[in-house]
């Protein structure tokens, strides 16, 4: 909200330091955004709080500042209406509103230019000139907070009714637009239909301009709430919306309609006006709101003890009335404060006058509460491996563009974001791969090829009973060239087998098993990982429709863990290390090309013979000539060793024996060497 | 030796003493001991000799080969010993293999936050992004005709499931199912319908939960000046300063001055008594504070970065420049 510096320290009187003034506006919680002079003036920007409708206007930033400076505020001149006649309202709905009042003013000329003192502050604070009597309107809602509506008295067909629209009733608002209203709206109605949406918007039809020679002006306190919801329903949000649905001071409509007689009058002669006022509940100075607290709340809460009488005086220049008993506070809140409730709200008063920066700083005193989150810890354990293996982390959007996930689960399962920011962020992702291809095609573009990249997030899916889940994934995608800089190796293309290698250097006991089940994975090359029995993620390359999708070239492998269901190496207990030399011996074997290398070293290795310490592949050879499309031969390289001795040929020989029986029985193999 | 080879011995031993490199030696071995060296060369009168002479030739032949492959050898190890033979390396060539990955900038703030805050006691507490609307919003207070749900724009996924605001829900989580003492941070993604350079529908908070006994603003105050030196690593100009929550009473904000400009960091404040009442801690019992920080913005503060955009664009170019952070 901008207001005029000057029109403020009218309120404040004699304030010689302006930039101390605009500091305390903001060390008061009403934060100054920007400051901009002018010759003679200055604009200050304010960013206001949605709680503090008070001080929407001139003299309520005035009334905020008066305990800095032990100043009451008071308001500014008004003139004295006449008594209340009973015309001019048909009917007020207690529901919109408490208090309804207007003035209505004959033989009126509205073609009177507007004042320059008027008008310069109207457009210091960024309000456009429409009209003499409206800009009155304008000028003495930002002096003391109360907006107004007026209406051309001429243009009107009978009394008016506060109501809410009947079916199927439309209205043409100034703003140029044509509403169809609902019955929850509430409106301002004479006989020929809406001539308003209460507290919001006026009707085109009974509007006032130049020619204007009798009006109605509206003074009114309207329900909170009802206004919210019409302003957000038609997203019409006016200065007069704005104000009402955060909360306008129910005793100032009638003061206000006193000084709209005041401005005027000092303009253009007043011969005669009318006055009514329909109260369906009464208002009071206060709000009947009481807060009974304890002094000592202060200090329990704030940390630090403020005298008494700082107190008492700092709630009475905002307008509170405290009375204290002893140790007791009763405090009844002024009719401007909707935001006051409860005791803390009122030692936030007191806080905000006391300074927050001149509070002290009191160290937290130490705990014992544990502060180990161990999935968290784990996680981030495979993230600093991955990326220490050179991986680069990304983080792509959790929603994605409709109808692109099709090939990943089926619509019932989706989520969509029902008002979605944009097209392409209309649905919750349902796998983390999209997020990533559209990543490095987005590189790849931009000549980044060598790519390997990893993200830990969430993927969301509907289950079959509505509920939600929320998975934790983490995911990756290498592509390019292994080795960049590299003057000994050449340049080498990445395939399954480094990404394979990568994940097995990072968790511990992967096996990887061959598998078709995943559509968006190709059929030639895919696997399910499993840690123990587990399955816990997959990988391959993506389907060639995904490839398509993206409009990628490059070869690309993905993969995919489900992190919370991995784990970290087991507790490490120490093993003694043997002293003894360890024996290598090779073995050659033929076996059938569906027989998997995995299957063979895991089950030699769970088999446990004696002394074996370690097992590896060292060649695979595939030979049509030799031995047919069906069979390859394989070297296993085993290592040996005692704890206790040195072992003796014999002992390996007695071994190498039982591991051949075992794999000829088990898996046909034929032994070669 | 016999005498019509040892001239030739003395003529080889000659020349060892003047070489002087790898290079020269190498040609005075092939000069005798090539294939078509000197010795060699001796070799092939083996095959013109008579029988009876073949014998006695042999053995003196031998001799000089086995006398000169001495000398050679010896040689040899004198030059080694006093002259690297390898290769001369070039150690201004790049070493093998460079590759290191890095952690995503928002990814290294929220560690570095986790990494100060848990000195001070705190545990990290995930929770969901697709909450309702008791956690999200009623349970903090912010009731449904509130206008302080206008600030935040929500992304709806049913009636009642939305994609959370801010991780205080998880805060309401956490106060249901645990009894103080509680120091809890939830950091993780949040999502508001506003977009621009300075707005990500998707971005990522941390938010500090603190309730026990005699909890008071100073404590507030000390935790979150503490906290600031340490992320910055200097001391800092600081202001606290009131503002609005509906979670928190009092509320404020804290400033931080940079190039000379306040900037606004962080919310927080004490907790509601009625969010305590929500979640069943008796507020005449118990107080405690709560805050909570934008991580993008503090990364770009923190690194320099102009555009906020660059965070999901996640440019290979621009994601390399953080290696080797913690």
């Known amino acids: ?23 305390r506006l903001t060390s008061m919680g009403l934060e100054v955004d920007s400051v901009t002079k002018s010759k003679k003036d200055s604009v200050i920007d304010i960013d206001m709080t949605p709680n503090r409708a008070d001080c929407l206007s001139v003299m309520g930033i005035a009334r905020d500042l008066s305990p800095i400076y032990k100043k009451k505020v008071s308001m500014p001149k008004v003139a004295k209406l006449s008594t209340k006649t009973k015309s001019y309202i048909k009917g007020v709905n207690k529901k919109i509103s408490t208090v309804y009042s207007i003035l209505v003013i004959e033989d009126f000329d509205n073609s009177l230019a507007t004042p320059k003192n008027i008008s310069d502050r109207l457009e210091l604070c960024g309000i456009s000139q429409i009209n003499f009597i409206v800009d009155v309107l304008n000028y003495v809602m930002l002096e003391i907070g109360q907006p107004m509506h007026v209406f051309d008295k001429d243009k009107l067909n009978g009394d008016l009714d506060v109501r809410f629209a009947k079916k199927g009733e439309k209205i043409n608002t100034l ?23 209460a507290g919001v918007i006026g009707s085109n039809n009974s509007s006032v301009g130049g020619d204007t020679r009798s009006i109605v002006i509206e003074s009114a306190f309207f329900n909170q709430n009802l206004i919210r919801k019409s302003a957000k329903k038609y997203r019409l949000q006016t200065e007069s919306s704005y104000r009402f649905e955060r909360g306008v001071d129910p005793n100032l409509s009638d003061l206000a309609l006193g000084r709209v007689i005041d401005v005027v009058s000092q303009y253009s002669k007043i011969k005669k006006h009318t ?25 329990r809460i704030l940390g630090e003890k403020i005298p008494n009488k700082f107190i008492i005086d700092t709630l009475s220049y905002l307008g509170f009335n405290p009375v204290m008993v002893k140790n007791k506070l009763k405090v009844s809140v002024p009719s401007h404060r909707f935001d006051i409730s409860i005791p803390e709200d009122i030692i936030e008063e007191v806080a905000r006058v006391y300074g927050y920066n001149n509070f002290s700083e009191i160290p937290l005193p130490p705990t014992n509460l544990s502060t180990n989150n161990i999935s968290r810890n784990n996680t981030n354990i495979f993230l600093d491996l991955l990326s220490s293996r050179g991986y680069l982390e990304v983080i792509t959007f959790s929603f994605l563009p409709k109808d692109s996930q099709e090939l990943f689960l089926s619509n019932k399962s989706k989520i969509d974001v029902l008002n979605p920011i944009s097209e392409d962020k209309s649905e919750m992702r349902v796998s983390m791969m999209n997020g990533l291809l559209k990543t490095a095609k987005y590189n790849i573009s931009r000549q980044n090829s060598d790519i390997k990249i990893f993200e830990i997030g969430k993927t969301y899916k509907k289950q079959k ?64 990982i499993a840690q123990g029995k587990k399955t816990v993620g997959l990988c391959g390359e993506p389907s060639l429709s995904l490839y398509k999708q993206f409009g990628i070239k490059n070869k690309i492998f993905y993969f995919e863990i489900y992190i919370d269901l991995v784990k970290l190496n087991q507790k490490v ?9 360890k024996i290598f011996r090779d073995l050659t074997l033929l076996v059938n090309n569906n027989i998997s290398c995995d299957d063979i070293i895991n089950s030699i290795q769970r088999k446990s013979f004696n002394y074996m310490i370690n097992i590896r592949i060292s060649d695979i050879f595939y030979s049509k000539k030799d031995f047919g499309n069906d069979k390859k031969s394989m070297t296993i390289e085993l290592v040996f060793q005692d704890n206790s001795r040195t072992l003796q040929d014999d002992d390996v020989n007695g071994q190498m024996s039982k591991i051949i029986g075992f794999l000829e029985k088990e898996f046909n193999a034929v032994i070669r060497n | 030796m016999s005498k019509e080879y040892s001239s030739l011995i003395s003529e080889l031993r000659e020349k060892l003493e003047s070489c002087s490199s790898q290079h020269d030696l190498s040609n005075i071995k092939s000069h005798y001991l090539g294939k078509k060296g000197i010795i060699s060369n001796e070799f092939l009168k083996l095959r013109t000799a008579l029988p009876e002479e073949r014998k006695l030739l042999g053995g003196k032949l031998n001799a000089l080969k086995d006398e000169a492959q001495k000398l050679i050898l010896g040689k040899v190890s004198e030059l080694s010993a006093s002259e690297d033979f390898n290769e001369k390396i070039d150690v201004s060539l790049p070493g093998s293999n460079i590759s290191l990955g890095s952690r995503h900038p928002v990814n290294l703030t929220i560690n570095r936050i986790i990494d100060i805050l848990r000195n001070y006691g705190f545990e990290t507490v995930d929770g969901f992004e697709i909450e309702d609307e008791f956690h999200n919003f009623d349970a903090l207070n912010i009731p449904a005709s509130h206008p302080a749900r206008d600030m935040h724009d929500t992304f709806y996924v049913s009636d009642n499931k939305l994609l959370r605001t801010h991780t205080s829900s998880v805060q309401i989580r956490s106060m249901l199912s645990s009894c103080p003492p509680l120091r809890i941070m939830t950091p993780g993604k949040v999502y508001r319908s506003d977009s621009d350079p300075t707005h990500s529908p998707m971005f990522h908070q941390i938010e500090g939960l603190c309730i026990d006994k005699n909890i008071n603003f100073c404590h507030l105050k000390s935790l979150l000046s503490t906290f600031i030196i340490e992320l910055f690593g200097r001391d800092m100009d600081i202001r606290f300063r009131p503002s609005y929550f509906p979670f928190t009473e009092p509320s404020a904000e804290l400033d931080i001055k940079f190039n000379g400009k306040w900037l606004e960091v962080l919310g927080c404040g004490m907790v509601h008594p009625n969010v305590l009442s929500n979640v069943k801690i008796d507020s005449k019992k118990y107080s405690g504070f709560a805050f909570g920080l934008g991580i993008e913005r503090l990364a770009m503060l ?19 420049q953080f290696k080797g952070l913690k």
Not at chain 1, 277 to 295: E, G
């Open chain 2, 302 to 320: 923190q690194y320099g970065i102009t555009d906020l955009r660059m965070f999901y664009e996640n440019d290979l170019s621009f994601l390399s």
């Open chain 1, 573 to 581: 207990t120490y093993k003694p290390i043997s002293v003894y030399p």
């Open chain 1, 1 to 23: 909200m901008k207001i005029s510096l000057n029109w403020l320290k009218e309120f404040l009187g004699n304030i010689k330091n302006n930039d101390q003034l605009i500091a």
């Open chain 1, 465 to 528: 009973d509505k509920s939600i889940s929320e998975e934790n994934i983490l995911a990756g995608i290498i592509s390019g060239a292994n080795y960049s800089h590299n003057l000994k190796q050449l340049q080498k293309i990445i395939d399954f087998h480094d990404l394979k290698g990568d994940l097995m250097s990072i968790f511990p006991n992967l096996f990887f098993k061959e598998s078709k089940n995943t559509s968006y994975l190709s059929n030639s090359c895919q696997a399910v």
């Open chain 1, 275 to 299: 006055y009514n006022s329909v109260v369906t509940k009464p208002a009071s100075p206060h709000l009947n709101k009481y807060i009974k607290m304890d002094m000592s709340d202060f200090e």
């Open chain 1, 175 to 197: 703003d140029g637009n044509e509403y169809i209203l609902s019955t929850d709206i509430p409106v301002i109605s004479d006989n020929n239909g809406p001539q308003a949406i």
